[in-house]
């Protein structure tokens, strides 16, 4: 048995097979097979499409190129007929009965890891080579469809590190948990991973990457942020207890469904879910939270290979407003940009992405995407009780901008006879320093402020959230961010705004309490975080002197 140490994001425990995260351009995943014959009989209807595919293209080469450039698709045909890497596949096919999308990706990963590290410049160059062939090999097996023979095995996805949109693609039920060598706790990684009740462990270190195979056995604390490789008797025995623990706190916490957010001394506070697409609305309600208080829309930009249009929007909006049944749904415009990139974008490189071009500058920039969202929203608006809110604000002139174009789309809308709600709430995000220093002026432009503490504390400390190495540099309890949402409390209040925090510090239960002698009105949280803050909230008695934990 070996240990690795990381960082846990979601404490649970999770026993299964890892599952070496594999970035070709179409996600693949792994899958078990019962029809061993049926899988390698795709694998050579999928070889030879690949092939022919492969003999055109050096014809065509021939014609238009010449020999010389035609050469590379001949050496092409030859590697995807090669005795080792044929053998390679079908004997993982056969021993570890998986799909045959997911045995080329891994031996095309093991075979190119080995050209590339070779003395001999020619056969390093046939690393790339080598991953060209496997993805065209993937594409044909996609095309022609998967078997029809199969269970979705759950593993435990380990990876360098893992970008959101690659979470979502890899989808909630084929994973078992995540370990990653790399990555930090505020990242939008971590933060799927809690929404989506995945235990996780990250920043394991590099050295992980090198000694796990595909189908070890793997034991997983996110409690305690460790992670066994081919764990004991004992410790599979220690971390069932764990699983067992979860289970019954679970249903302990399940008793808290129904009752008051109130502390002993009277005081009720709302408690809110954070989302992030309409597939989580059941999880919501499951939990009992009062409401959504930020749908990440971004999602739903993340998850499509195109931008999204205005009705595929309109029934996302509308399926989480009457999946929430009247209770308030906070929708956050779209948040791109940083560490949440989409290729259709084609997004400029930046040098420094946290500060550039993300979130409210970029629908501030492109007016028809943002147009198309906001009449998106809007129409969904008569279908429950909507606020929307603006991420990264930085001054009153973007939010009057903000405001404007609302007022134009619903003119436009009037102008077409489309039907929206009577009361749409505008919200901003107070997650900038500046929103902060001059909530006073922002307040009596809109209806509520949402504090994100993730961003807020990066650019407020200077520490990117997306860097690993900062530790103790990167406290969110520092005083000053502390001060600025204190600050923006009263600034809020004097305006009749109400205010709630959205960022992962919501959760911090030791804060539970500073956050409402401040006088917080809302809390939004990941889903499984609703329970175990309302107990928390539960056993606060505000008459007495502070003592929080
Ligand atoms: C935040 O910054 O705290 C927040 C809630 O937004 P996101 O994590 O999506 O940047
Ligand atoms: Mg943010």
Redesign the pocket.
């Given at each position: 048995m070996v240990v690795y140490k990381g960082k846990g994001v979601y404490a649970a425990a999770a026993i299964g097979r890892a599952s070496v995260f594999k970035r070709h351009t179409a996600p693949v995943s792994r899958v078990s097979i019962g029809d061993i014959a049926a899988e390698l009989a795709r694998l050579e209807a999928a070889k030879a499409l690949a092939t022919e595919q492969l003999t055109e293209i050096r014809d065509k080469a021939l014609k238009e190129a010449g020999e010389e450039n035609a050469e590379i698709f001949g050496i092409h045909i030859m590697m995807l007929d090669d005795e080792d890497y044929n053998d390679s596949i079908t004997g993982m096919i056969e021993t570890q009965k998986v799909n045959a999308e997911y045995a080329v990706a891994a031996v095309s990963d093991k075979f190119a890891e080995m050209f590339a590290n070779m003395e001999d410049e020619y056969m390093r160059a046939r690393s790339a080579d080598i991953r060209d062939i496997s993805d065209r090999l993937i594409a044909c097996l996609t095309d022609s469809g998967g078997t029809d023979d199969v269970t979705a095995e759950k593993t435990v996805i380990c990876a360098d590190d893992l970008a959101p949109s690659e979470i979502v693609s890899l989808g909630k039920d084929r994973v078992l948990a995540l370990v990653t060598a790399f990555g930090s706790l505020?990242s939008?990684t971590a933060?799927l991973a809690r929404s989506m009740n995945i235990p996780a462990v990250i920043g394991v270190g590099e050295e992980f990457l090198g000694s796990i195979a595909d189908g070890d056995m793997l034991a997983v604390s996110g409690h305690t942020g460790e992670v066994f490789l081919s764990p004991d008797e004992a410790t599979v025995k220690r971390l069932s207890v764990k699983l067992e623990e979860d289970a019954r706190r679970k249903k302990l916490l399940r008793e808290l469904k129904g009752r008051e957010n109130v502390t002993l001394d009277g005081t009720t506070i709302g408690i809110c879910a954070?989302i992030d697409g309409a597939e989580s609305i059941g999880d919501v309600l499951e939990n009992d939270a009062d409401g959504i208080g930020?749908f990440?829309s971004?999602f739903l930009y993340l998850g499509s290979e195109a931008l999204p249009t205005e009705e595929q929007q309109f029934s996302a909006y509308r399926k989480v407003l009457e999946g929430m049944a009247g209770r308030r749904v906070i929708i956050?415009t779209l948040?791109i940009g940083?560490d949440?990139q989409i290729d259709h974008f084609k997004l400029d490189k930046e040098e420094n992405p946290a500060l550039g071009l993300r979130?409210i500058r970029i629908c501030l920039t492109r007016p028809e995407i943002f147009r198309t969202q906001l009449r998106a929203l809007y129409r969904a608006s008569a279908f429950g009780r909507l606020g929307i809110m603006f991420?990264?604000i930085t001054s009153v002139s973007e939010v009057e901008q903000c405001l404007a174009v609302c007022d134009e789309v619903k003119k436009e809308l009037d102008g077409e006879d489309v039907r929206y709600g009577g009361h749409t709430e505008i919200g901003i995000?107070i997650?900038t320093p500046a929103a902060a220093v001059i909530s006073d002026k922002l307040a009596p432009l809109v209806d509520f402020f949402?504090?994100?503490?993730?961003?807020?504390?990066?650019y407020t400390l200077a520490c990117d959230?997306q860097n690993d190495k900062l530790g103790a540099f990167a406290d969110p309890h520092h005083e000053a961010v502390l001060r600025l949402i204190e600050m923006s409390v009263r600034n809020a209040h004097a305006n009749n705004t109400r205010i709630g925090?959205?960022?992962?510090?919501a959760a911090d239960l030791t804060l539970t309490e500073t956050f409402l002698r401040m006088g917080i009105d809302e809390l939004s949280v990941s889903p499984p975080y609703v329970l175990p803050l309302r107990e928390r909230v539960r056993s606060i008695d505000l008459r007495c002197p502070e003592n929080a934990g």
């Open positions: 505020n939008h933060i954070n930020l990440r971004e956050r948040d940083a949440k979130a991420p990264m995000m997650e949402s504090v994100g503490t993730n961003d807020l504390t990066q959230r925090i959205c960022g992962e510090l």
